[in-house]
């Protein structure tokens, strides 16, 4: 296999599991951080300084603790997903999943506070004040869903521990460029790292083109 | 005439940071005609008018409706608060959220947005509309509901005459129609325009209650008089 296609065989698998982990991520995120906007419950400030304090995770960690949880010995070992890119979208996932919920929680308690009165006043349903927030804040949602999507693209520590950097099995931008700098090949790595900056570019033109973001008179 | 009322409130008090901003008040509204609730700035009329459509909480008290059907309410706020959507999306919202079908909602948003003017707007974005056309947007989105009760906070509050006089005009077409008004107001020309009664409140309390002619003729109180005068009322 020829280095251009190994290049485009880990940069498509870094775009599958990031976009992957990015998917699901922002499936329980968004919902959550539109939640802890619109519902007041006992203990909920201290909920949402547990989503904040979680964004600082430290990677190692989570891949540490995945990899115990699904190694052979641990309770999902069965699984054998163990150094497979499953486990790494796990990984990213939970990762992931503060920085966009706490990001989105922002947004939306601030589209809350304009929104209140009136969706109170039409009698809204919980889940239509929900909805409505995520549909009408969807741009801010976006701006969240970036910032997961960048911390997901770049991330190393932990999907190293949980893949393994397994040559065409797991091996993803980040964890090719570190091996690379290990074996003193900097001009290899560096390659590597403008391929990882110019995917992270575009994906982010193509969601801000696709959503049109910065269309006149549109959020 | 609206089979919501009467609308009776006894003893309500309603308390913030420990302070008492309206209360203890004692009302019956009837179901004919148009309430106008006037006071000088901080003396409770915003949130009567939020306590009668449920959405403040009381300390004390009692809001009971004939018939409370909530879906029957609308309000419509002194800053008209715009979705983030167009104007026909605006229009449509209240009856998505009742879940209409979809012809019926286009039925009535094009009604509606022709008779606020707004129909080259259609697909425009609600929050690059004027202050007159947001305010009449509010109005058309909460009648389009078609509601026994519209209550209104200050709705021409920071408009020109030109708006001013649009919002009236519809305002007077939906009165005649039966739909019953609640409407709290610093401009006492527009109260005179308007008021079939009228509720004078200072200090959180019902000051003077009863027919618009009279009050307005011949305020039994000094504080009203003084008011009705442009004087500074405390």
């Known amino acids: ?219 | 005439m609206t089979a919501a009322f009467p609308l009776i409130l006894s003893g309500v008090q309603v308390r913030r940071q420990g302070k008492t901003v309206l209360g203890p008040v004692d009302l019956t509204l009837c179901a004919n005609g148009t309430t106008i609730i006037v006071g000088p700035n901080g003396s409770g009329k915003t949130t009567l008018l939020r306590v009668m459509h449920g959405i403040e909480r009381i300390r004390a008290g009692d809001v009971v409706w004939e018939n409370d059907d909530p879906a029957k309410h609308a309000f419509v706020f002194q800053t008209p608060i715009m979705l983030r959507r167009s104007v026909a999306e605006n229009l449509a919202y209240p009856l998505m959220m009742l879940k209409t079908p979809k012809d019926q909602i286009d039925m009535a948003v094009d009604h509606w947005l022709e008779r606020i003017g707004l129909e080259s707007s259609r697909g425009t974005q609600a929050t690059r509309l004027s202050g007159g056309e947001r305010q009449k947007l509010a109005i058309a989105r909460a009648l389009i509901r078609k509601p026994d009760v519209l209550f209104l906070d200050e709705p021409s509050a920071n408009l020109d005459g030109h708006a001013t006089r649009e919002i009236e005009e519809l305002l007077h077409e939906v009165a005649n129609a039966g739909t019953r008004l609640v409407m709290a107001t610093h401009d006492m020309g527009q109260a005179r325009r308007l008021a079939n009664d009228v509720v004078f409140l200072l200090n959180g309390r019902v000051h003077e209650y009863g027919p618009a002619e009279p009050l307005f003729a011949t305020p039994s109180t000094l504080e009203l008089m003084a008011f009705l005068r442009g004087d500074i009322v405390s």
């Open chain 1, 1 to 219: 296999m020829g280095i251009d296609e190994e290049l485009w065989e880990i940069s498509l698998r870094s775009l599958r599991v990031t976009l992957t982990a990015l998917l699901i991520a922002s499936m329980i995120a968004i919902p959550l951080g539109t939640y802890l906007a619109v519902q007041r419950f006992r203990c909920r400030r201290f909920v949402i300084s547990i989503i904040n304090a979680l964004m600082g995770l430290p990677p190692v960690v989570v891949g540490l603790v995945v990899y115990i949880v699904l190694s052979r010995s641990g309770p999902f070992g069965v699984l054998n997903l163990l150094f497979t890119p499953t486990a790494m979208i796990i990984a990213q996932i939970i990762i992931i999943t503060p920085v966009i919920a706490s990001i989105a929680h922002q947004s939306m308690r601030e589209l809350w506070a304009e929104y209140h009165d009136l969706l109170i006043s039409l009698n809204t349903s919980k889940w239509q004040r929900i909805l409505t927030l995520i549909h009408d804040g969807r741009r801010n949602l976006l701006t969240a869903a970036l910032a997961g999507f960048g911390r997901a693209i770049g991330e190393v520590g932990a999907i190293m521990i949980v893949g393994g950097n397994i040559d065409h099995v797991s091996r993803v931008l980040t964890t090719a460029i570190a091996l690379e700098t290990g074996k003193g090949d900097f001009v290899l790595a560096m390659g590597l790292g403008f391929v990882l900056i110019g995917i992270s570019i575009l994906v982010n033109l193509a969601i801000h083109t696709l959503t049109r973001t910065e269309r006149e008179g549109r959020w």
